[in-house]
């Protein structure tokens, strides 16, 4: 029987001691703790080189590299020189390979978990292997090299700059007065530095030891990257509210292995110097004996993604509510807003609100933020296309460093241009304007509407209602995609559009999907439109008249998804008997925290769902963009939205959400319309019973 020993400058009530069969050999193995003294570590390799077969030592590794420079540690050198007579390894190379193996583990498993993340390695130089993997996944990395090895109160912001510092800290460090770096002030600035970072960070990177002094500020909702965590040491993470521990230690025979003593193991078993074991080695042990990575969740499994979502300034109204514009605003004269107003479409993007408490019923959690560019439409409109992608792509480069995996493009923003196709390329993140969800969202809200109007009765089969809808620009991007969902739910469909071949071809292709749907074409929306129960104008028209609403029905549902809208207000206001809906707005899932963006609490318009939902679901992908809309994902956003918690909260018209009083307004002024135009001409209406 061979034995093997690890000695861990970790606490000693951590022992333990066992025996068993490793590699075809019968090993063993005890591990020591020496509560971070190096004197009686060195005791203990000097009892044991005398006693033991091979020796782990539980430090940092006495040789590492960055990039093309190597570098020794010299307190853990000068521990392993002093084992002559036997093996001893620090467990590097087997180190690196564990704790790669389990990061690259959690970003297949949970699926894009560190894409984008913030991560904090206390040292990148020691973990260089490991923040090159993390490298794949994400840009926001840092790295506390200078800041605890020279007190820099600074981050290092790349790998090249991590490779930069690690080829000259030695030389600095070494020509330093000794004891400079360790004085109560030093330490307590450190301290506070590195605080700061974590408490920003979603990931950290660290010894686990390193972690015990800190609390909920610095690690609550993080993910910890780490190696060899105890119970003990889990229970801590749990009381401090971590997320998620990746641990690369692998736990055998009833223990949590150090990689240094599982190397030690596999040393003594292959009867091999360590420099002896090649890579290949590494990988045919962990495969024999079927090791994973342990993926530790304190308070039980908990996933949160991250998004960001783009605003701007509907008017100057906006600026009321801006610090410190807010009193220049309330004190300035007209002349000087509009100046105002001209300058902070120049002015560089900021975050308005950081949005928390979102909680779909899958578990999932998501957190954002609201980033405001600062340009109204009227300045959006004056500019070119290129003035704005530049201010959303400073947008998508501050999401990024906030660590959001997906942004989504609110209100004019999704529509200069080419509807965000330019800016999904250009960002680094990927990026929806939200348009699928919108579609879909205005949809939803026309049947409500029409349900709580009453006006219309219920088909055979009692579910749906019947009744005829028409399609105003039905061969536009959205159109279609209206068409094809109505033409599921609605008695007839009328598709409206002055492209007369393309109606055709949208018509014979709605029928392969729908065969029992009834169609009808026209180039005019006049034509049918006093007999529509609900009518879907999505134009192009850029304020050109798509219909005379003085025809309408009363008691008509009108959706205008055309942006700029088909309908001003003041068309809208001509006709208080039919309800015009802008948009469907969507009761989101948990108790949310976020500032006033105009809704009730817990709403958000569908284009900010649309980005929610992805983010929930994990989609970091480019979704909707540019003007050619899928109707596959118009069906398959609101499919993601029910699974997520999604509900339909409000319906809002070119004046802001109906209230139930709004819509009994309308039904009243509706069935009145219709008894006025079914009354001979010369009679009065019959008077009702009292």
Same mark, same amino acid.
């Given at each position: ?5 690890? #000695? ?21 193995? &005890? ?44 307190? &853990? ?18 180190? %690196? ?51 605890? =090895? ?21 030389? /600095?460090? %070494? ?5 400079? $770096? ?16 974590? =408490? ?10 390193? $972690? ?9 909702? *993080? ?6 965590v105890s119970d003990e040491r889990l229970a801590h993470f749990r009381r401090k509210g971590v997320t998620l521990v990746v641990d690369g230690s692998p736990e055998r025979f009833g223990h949590v292995l150090d990689p ?19 890579? %290949? ?8 004996? *079927? ?8 308070? @039980?499994?908990?996933?949160? !993604? ?9 008017? =100057? ?8 514009i807010e009193m220049l605003s309330r004190l300035s004269p007209p002349v000087l807003m509009d100046a105002v107003e001209k300058a902070m479409a120049w002015a560089p993007p900021f975050v308005y609100s950081h949005v928390?408490?979102?909680? &779909? ?120 995609? +209206? ?19 393309? $109606? ?18 026209? &180039?005019?929306? %006049? ?23 003085? *025809? /309408?029905?009363?008691? +008509? ?23 015009? #809906? ?8 948990? =108790? ?9 609490? !817990?709403?958000?318009?569908? +284009? ?28 398959? #956003?609101?499919?993601? @939205? ?11 018209? /070119? !004046? @802001? ?34």
């Amino acid at each position: 029987m061979k034995t093997v020993v690890g #000695i861990s400058l970790g606490a000693g009530a951590r022992d333990f001691a066992f025996e068993a069969g490793f590699l075809g050999r019968r090993l063993r193995v &005890s591990r020591l703790g020496t509560n971070g003294s190096a004197a009686r570590a060195l005791k203990l390799l000097a009892h044991w080189e005398n006693h033991a077969d091979a020796i782990g030592v539980g430090v940092v590794k006495d040789a590492y590299s960055v990039g093309a420079h190597r570098f020794v540690e010299k307190e &853990s050198a000068r521990l392993t020189a002093a084992v002559t007579r036997v093996p001893v390894t620090t467990g590097g190379r087997l180190a %690196d390979i564990l704790q790669e193996w389990a990061v690259r583990h959690v970003q297949s498993r949970l699926g894009s978990y560190f894409s984008n993340a913030k991560v904090l390695f206390f040292s990148g130089a020691t973990q260089w292997k490991l923040a090159q993997a993390m490298g794949e996944f994400t840009t926001n990395l840092e790295f506390a090299d200078p800041l605890l =090895q020279l007190g820099v109160p600074k981050m290092l912001g790349s790998l090249e700059a991590l490779e930069l510092y690690a080829a000259g800290a030695s030389v /600095v460090a %070494d020509g330093l007065p000794e004891g400079l $770096l360790d004085t109560a002030l030093a330490r307590r600035w450190k301290r506070w530095v590195l605080r700061r970072a974590m =408490q920003e960070a979603t990931v950290i990177v660290a010894p686990v030891h390193a $972690l015990d002094a800190f609390g909920l500020e610095e690690l609550a909702g *993080k993910t910890i990257v780490t190696a060899t965590v105890s119970d003990e040491r889990l229970a801590h993470f749990r009381r401090k509210g971590v997320t998620l521990v990746v641990d690369g230690s692998p736990e055998r025979f009833g223990h949590v292995l150090d990689p240094s003593l599982l190397d030690a193991m596999v040393v003594a078993a292959l009867g091999k110097e360590p420099d002896d074991i090649l890579e %290949d080695d590494y990988l045919e042990i962990i495969t024999r004996l *079927k090791l994973e990575p342990r993926l530790l969740w304190p308070g @039980g499994e908990r996933r949160v !993604n991250r998004f960001a979502f783009v605003i701007h300034p509907l008017s =100057q109204e906006y600026f009321k509510n801006v610090k410190p514009i807010e009193m220049l605003s309330r004190l300035s004269p007209p002349v000087l807003m509009d100046a105002v107003e001209k300058a902070m479409a120049w002015a560089p993007p900021f975050v308005y609100s950081h949005v928390t408490g979102i909680r &779909s019923p899958q578990g999932v959690e998501a957190e954002g933020w609201l980033i405001s560019v600062g340009g109204t439409p009227r300045e959006i409109m004056s500019h070119s296309p290129e003035f704005t992608y530049r201010r959303l792509l400073d947008a998508a480069r501050l999401a990024r460093r906030l660590g959001a995996q997906i942004m989504g493009l609110g209100a004019f923003t999704k529509v200069v241009g080419d509807a965000g196709l330019t800016v999904a390329r250009r960002a680094p993140l990927p990026i929806t304007t939200g348009n699928s969800y919108s579609a879909s969202g205005a949809l939803w809200a026309a049947h409500d509407a029409m349900r709580r109007l009453g006006l219309v009765k219920p088909a055979r089969d009692g579910q749906r209602l019947a009744f005829k809808a028409m399609v105003v620009g039905a061969t536009g991007s959205i159109g279609s995609v +209206c068409a094809r969902l109505l033409a599921m739910v609605a008695e007839e469909v009328y598709l409206v559009s002055p492209e007369t071949a393309k $109606l055709l071809s949208l018509k014979g292709s709605i029928l392969k999907e729908t065969p029992d749907a009834k169609l009808f074409l026209s &180039s005019r929306a %006049d034509r049918f439109v006093a007999g529509m129960d609900m009518i879907v104008t999505a134009t192009s028209g850029a304020g050109k008249r798509v219909l005379d609403i003085m *025809k /309408v029905k009363p008691g +008509c549902v009108i959706t205008d998804v055309a942006r700029p809208l088909d309908l001003p207000p003041e068309e809208v206001a001509r006709r208080p008997d039919v309800l015009v #809906i802008e948009s469907g707005e969507i009761l989101l899932p948990g =108790q949310v925290s976020m500032k006033n963006i105009g809704l009730p609490p !817990n709403v958000a318009y569908a +284009c900010l769902a649309e980005t929610i939902v992805l983010a929930l679901e994990g989609r970091f992908e480019n979704f909707t963009v540019g003007r050619a809309i899928e109707w596959e994902k118009v069906r398959e #956003i609101y499919r993601l @939205g029910l699974k997520h918690g999604m509900r339909l909260a409000a319906i809002s018209g /070119v !004046n @802001g959400p109906f209230s139930a009083a709004d819509i009994r307004r309308v039904k009243r002024l509706a069935l009145a319309a219709r008894a006025r135009a079914h009354t001979p001409a010369g009679k009065n209406p019959p008077k009702r019973r009292r």
